[in-house]
């Protein structure tokens, strides 16, 4: 049994084994208080009272801000750091015994999930890896006795310097004990970027990138200091390098001569320009792709916004139909009022309104209808303004917006339908918003499916819906956009037209006495249109 002394000085927090002991051995498991920065415990008290320990170090911590633990003896190391664990402000551990430290100790302070920095005086390399990869840096203070060149230029001094080493200085040609040294270096370095080299031939070339790729180093640079006129090795350095960037990235930087550069120099004007070029374009293409991904994603979220606004409205609208339904109205009857009935003429039945188009009304009041077509993004509310030009640069909420509304044609009749009632929205290819998603009406693998050749359209009054019969592109043309027709045989000669333009023969049946719902977008190519026409059918939803 030991005691273990904790005292705080210089707002660090020390342990160490008290070798004087001022008690008897049977009082060596209670707490004895020394001084008001200095805590005796035995061993055997601190394994068996860990939680206890931990909560008295961790207010001690706290209270004199405490960033550091410094151990003097490694034997009660883990026994230490076990209690001192998970305290978030000692980030700081400093192990002062001049030995190896062990397995045990590294991997009470792997688990001890506070401590970042550890000093200690030598370690294994493979303890040393454990502790990089938990994030925790080392300081070794073990002296390394170097007897080559390349240690001295590069001040490895300790096995810690040679680990986190991320830039040397390489003199060649190589001693054997610089390259001896070297390669261990490399074996045991795991943050190398940058070799600067003094002077170097192709021989010189071959031998560094032998042992870079032995110990399979990628991404390293190797800066040569010395001005290069040898156009045989200039070359044999870009093959390389070329070779290099597709592999392990391991480049070598070149430092022109002022004689290869003139004679070199209208070429390598060449070679920049072509480089200044292509990164310009570059720049102005990835600008072009942030811009158009930017607008799309707030187009979307525009879109998103409104229709989450549009839900809120009728449900708050319905609720308020609700609450008036069920109080009914206040009527008082004196004997006065009461008169002999007579015989009134009922009323013509009005047509209602119905409460979704009530709501979105109060929104907006150029609503006139919903469309919805079936496995597309279209399911928006339809307006319709004074001519074809205003919405398309606004949104539902008459804001300036480039991705438009959905509307009608301000020639049609939203009450009483005309022959063709026309619908436009913008492409919106990108962002698949308005009639951005329509393009897939042109697949096989839609249209051939009976569900979606169904288009709801309903209006203010009633609820529609409508059958598809043609689909098609076509070179940009008012010859399809016509709302009226003032005999049977020019609307009959307009179906056929239309009919016929279709990619796909749907079989349903036209005459004059139907009518006609068409949408009309650009296509993906910008020039030709995208049109769909459908069919009003007999029945009519509720």
Same mark, same amino acid.
């Given at each position: 049994?030991?005691?273990?002394?904790?005292?705080?000085?210089?707002?660090?927090?020390?342990?160490?084994?008290?070798?004087?002991?001022?008690?008897?051995?049977?009082?060596?498991?209670?707490?004895?208080?020394?001084?008001?920065?200095?805590?005796?415990?035995?061993?055997?008290?601190?394994?068996?009272?860990?939680?206890?320990?931990?909560?008295?170090?961790?207010?001690?911590?706290?209270?004199?801000?405490?960033?550091?633990?410094?151990?003097?003896?490694?034997?009660?190391?883990?026994?230490?750091?076990?209690?001192?664990?998970?305290?978030?402000?000692?980030? =700081?551990?400093?192990?002062? !015994?001049?030995?190896?430290?062990?397995? $045990? +100790?590294?991997? *009470?302070?792997? #688990?001890? %999930?506070? /401590?970042?920095?550890?000093?200690?005086?030598?370690?294994?390399?493979?303890?040393?890896?454990?502790?990089?990869?938990?994030?925790?840096?080392?300081?070794?203070?073990?002296?390394?006795?170097?007897?080559?060149?390349?240690?001295?230029?590069?001040?490895?001094?300790?096995?810690?310097?040679?680990?986190?080493?991320?830039?040397?200085?390489?003199?060649?040609?190589?001693?054997?004990?610089?390259?001896?040294?070297?390669?261990?270096?490399?074996?045991?370095?795991?943050?190398?970027?940058?070799?600067?080299?003094?002077?170097?031939?192709?021989?010189?070339?071959?031998?560094?990138?032998?042992?870079?790729?032995?110990?399979?180093?990628?991404?390293?640079?190797?800066?040569?200091?010395? =001005?290069?006129?040898?156009? !045989?090795?200039?070359?044999?350095?870009? $093959? +390389?390098?070329? *070779?290099?960037? #597709?592999? %392990?990235? /391991?480049?070598?930087?070149?430092?022109?001569?002022?004689?290869?550069?003139?004679?070199?120099?209208?070429?390598?004007?060449?070679?920049?320009?072509?480089?200044?070029?292509?990164?310009?374009?570059?720049?102005?293409?990835?600008?072009?792709?942030?811009?158009?991904?930017?607008?799309?994603?707030?187009?979307?979220?525009?879109?998103?916004?409104?229709?989450?606004?549009?839900?809120?409205?009728?449900?708050?609208?319905?609720?308020?139909?609700?609450?008036?339904?069920?109080?009914?109205?206040?009527?008082?009857?004196?004997?006065?009022?009461?008169?002999?009935?007579?015989?009134?003429?009922?009323?013509?039945?009005?047509?209602?309104?119905?409460?979704?188009?009530?709501?979105?009304?109060?929104?907006?009041?150029?609503?006139?209808?919903?469309?919805?077509?079936?496995?597309?993004?279209?399911?928006?509310?339809?307006?319709?303004?004074?001519?074809?030009?205003?919405?398309?640069?606004?949104?539902?909420?008459?804001?300036?917006?480039?991705?438009?509304?959905?509307?009608?044609?301000?020639?049609?009749?939203?009450?009483?339908?005309?022959?063709?009632?026309?619908?436009?929205?913008?492409?919106?290819?990108?962002?698949?918003?308005?009639?951005?998603?329509?393009?897939?009406?042109?697949?096989?693998?839609?249209?051939?499916?009976?569900?979606?050749?169904?288009?709801?359209?309903?209006?203010?009054?009633?609820?529609?819906?409508?059958?598809?019969?043609?689909?098609?592109?076509?070179?940009?043309?008012?010859?399809?956009?016509?709302?009226?027709?003032?005999?049977?045989?020019?609307?009959?000669?307009?179906?056929?037209?239309?009919?016929?333009?279709?990619?796909?023969?749907?079989?349903?049946?036209?005459?004059?006495?139907?009518?006609?719902?068409?949408?009309?977008?650009?296509?993906?190519?910008?020039?030709?249109?995208?049109?769909?026409?459908?069919?009003?059918?007999?029945?009519?939803?509720?």
């Amino acid at each position: 049994m030991i005691k273990i002394l904790f005292q705080i000085k210089d707002n660090k927090l020390y342990a160490k084994i008290r070798y004087r002991l001022n008690t008897d051995q049977k009082s060596l498991i209670n707490t004895n208080v020394i001084s008001q920065n200095e805590l005796v415990f035995s061993d055997e008290y601190v394994a068996s009272n860990i939680q206890l320990i931990h909560n008295f170090l961790k207010e001690l911590v706290l209270s004199y801000n405490i960033d550091t633990l410094i151990i003097r003896e490694s034997s009660i190391a883990p026994l230490v750091i076990h209690v001192a664990s998970h305290i978030p402000s000692l980030t =700081n551990l400093y192990l002062l !015994e001049e030995s190896i430290v062990s397995y $045990k +100790i590294v991997e *009470k302070i792997i #688990k001890s %999930n506070n /401590i970042k920095y550890v000093s200690l005086y030598n370690i294994p390399s493979y303890l040393m890896e454990m502790l990089d990869e938990k994030g925790v840096k080392v300081a070794s203070r073990n002296e390394i006795l170097f007897m080559s060149n390349f240690m001295k230029y590069n001040n490895l001094e300790n096995f810690s310097s040679l680990y986190y080493k991320t830039s040397i200085k390489v003199n060649l040609p190589f001693s054997k004990e610089d390259e001896d040294d070297f390669l261990a270096f490399i074996n045991i370095n795991k943050y190398l970027k940058t070799i600067y080299v003094d002077k170097l031939n192709k021989n010189d070339v071959e031998k560094i990138l032998e042992i870079l790729y032995t110990y399979r180093l990628k991404k390293i640079k190797i800066y040569i200091e010395q =001005n290069i006129n040898d156009i !045989e090795l200039i070359e044999y350095l870009k $093959k +390389i390098n070329k *070779k290099n960037a #597709k592999i %392990n990235g /391991i480049q070598f930087k070149i430092d022109y001569s002022e004689e290869y550069l003139e004679d070199n120099l209208m070429g390598q004007i060449h070679i920049n320009t072509v480089k200044a070029c292509i990164f310009i374009a570059l720049f102005i293409v990835s600008s072009l792709v942030v811009y158009v991904f930017g607008s799309n994603y707030n187009s979307m979220q525009k879109v998103e916004d409104i229709q989450e606004d549009i839900q809120n409205a009728i449900i708050s609208y319905e609720e308020k139909i609700k609450e008036e339904e069920t109080i009914p109205p206040e009527v008082i009857v004196t004997p006065d009022d009461v008169e002999e009935p007579e015989e009134i003429e009922p009323p013509k039945e009005e047509k209602k309104i119905t409460n979704d188009m009530a709501a979105l009304l109060e929104m907006n009041e150029d609503t006139v209808g919903w469309l919805k077509v079936n496995d597309t993004n279209v399911d928006y509310p339809v307006v319709q303004a004074e001519d074809n030009d205003y919405y398309l640069k606004k949104n539902f909420n008459k804001k300036n917006d480039a991705s438009g509304w959905i509307f009608m044609d301000y020639r049609a009749d939203a009450t009483d339908l005309s022959q063709n009632t026309i619908i436009f929205g913008h492409n919106m290819y990108y962002s698949g918003v308005m009639f951005g998603t329509l393009y897939k009406t042109k697949y096989p693998n839609w249209y051939t499916k009976e569900e979606n050749q169904i288009i709801e359209f309903n209006t203010l009054y009633e609820n529609h819906k409508w059958q598809i019969f043609s689909i098609y592109t076509v070179p940009s043309t008012n010859d399809y956009l016509i709302a009226n027709f003032s005999t049977d045989e020019k609307y009959q000669e307009f179906i056929n037209m239309i009919t016929k333009r279709s990619i796909y023969t749907f079989n349903t049946p036209v005459s004059v006495n139907d009518k006609i719902l068409t949408l009309s977008t650009c296509a993906s190519n910008g020039t030709k249109r995208l049109v769909i026409h459908a069919v009003l059918l007999d029945e009519k939803t509720d």
